[in-house]
């Protein structure tokens, strides 16, 4: 029997997920549930099959096998509201989760969800600085994790929400809704605000005369100051006490190193540096991936043709690149190409492959 996965709100993630099965031709029916506007857009795109308006619910909602709550927390929390209202439409059991970036609040209120639905916390852990429908990414949730939490009345996935999560290539991990929201705090919530103050809290003098000469430390520390003011300021609402406390430890930190600095206190100081090394090691080993990834560079020349040359070899040996990054070009000298792979065969074979093409590669370590 043919399933029908409802998106409601139909933004960049909701999207890819809707192009990710297109793409597959998965036997699902996508059903999209956004305003008029993203709903002409996801027509345009033919992201979906069927089309429906919020307040379309006498529609959107019988039927439906799985629904996805896609849209801000606010609204997350708010359509829930309308499916508690609307427990007499459906005539069997709805699997009902969510996207949200917090969690304690939404699954308070799903958890009380009343039969036919079935209510699961969740959190993919993929995004993009870009907004909208129109950015859509199949591969967004490819080797990422997708934090979820149960309701104490199942004790596992319900099948089909397992299955789109590994269909999409991202890792279900359980976790407690408060427990997410204090990780959330630390490893996404506060960074934010702290990219922010970066953004911010920079001279005038040096922001209007010689901000062209920022290097990748600031426009790495600063790239998620572009985020959405509208999205975090639901997060910031319903994680505020997490967030703060995480805040005030980051901001205690660097004023202790503030301190180490002016009475050059170079133990400590180098002691922070190691502690920071070893944090930053296990991060990038881990990479924020949900499965490690082997990685191969490859120094390519900066003429045309070049990247296709190293890649249409390995694509002919049917080895699968799940990353590519151009890492540093100089013009009219080359570049370097970063290649990543789900298996340490394939990141070796591929070595073989580019050498016998006379492009120099290697392991990154």
Known sequence: ???????????????????????????????????????????????????????????????????LLCGPIKHILSTIDVLKNSAELPSGEIVVSDIGSTKEMICEKGFALPAPFVFVGGHPMAGSEKRGVEHSDSSIFENTYWLYCLPKKIRKLPGLLNDILVFLGSRPVQISP?????????????????????????????????????????????????SSWEMWKDILETNGKNVTE?????????????????????????????????????????????????????????????????????????????DIELMKVREGIGGTLLLAFKAENDAKNAIRILEDEGIYARKRV
């Open 1 to 67: 029997m043919t399933k029908r996965i409802t998106l409601i709100g139909f933004g960049l993630l909701a999207g890819s997920i809707a192009v990710a099965l297109k793409q597959a031709k998965q036997h699902v029916v996508i059903r999209a549930v956004s305003s008029r506007e993203t709903l002409q857009k996801a027509k345009f795109f033919s992201f979906a099959d069927e089309f429906f308006e919020y307040g379309d619910v006498q529609n959107w909602l019988p039927g439906s096998n799985l629904i």
């Open 246 to 322: 995480a805040l005030t430890a980051y901001l205690e930190k660097a004023l202790e190193i503030k301190e180490e600095i002016s009475e050059w206190q170079f133990n400590e100081l180098e002691d922070n540096f190691m502690r920071g090394n070893k944090t930053r090691y296990n991060l990038e080993t881990g990479k924020n991936y949900a499965y490690p990834l082997y990685e191969v560079i490859a120094h390519i020349p900066d003429e045309p043709g070049s990247i296709l040359k190293a890649l249409g070899p390995i694509a002919e040996k049917n080895i699968n690149i799940r």
């Open 178 to 226: 408060k427990g997410h929201d204090v990780a959330m705090a630390w490893l996404s919530h506060a960074p934010q605000l702290l990219s922010t103050s970066i953004a911010t809290g920079i001279s005038s003098e040096v922001a209007e005369n010689h901000l062209h000469l920022a290097g990748s430390g600031f426009r790495d520390m600063t790239r998620i100051a572009g």
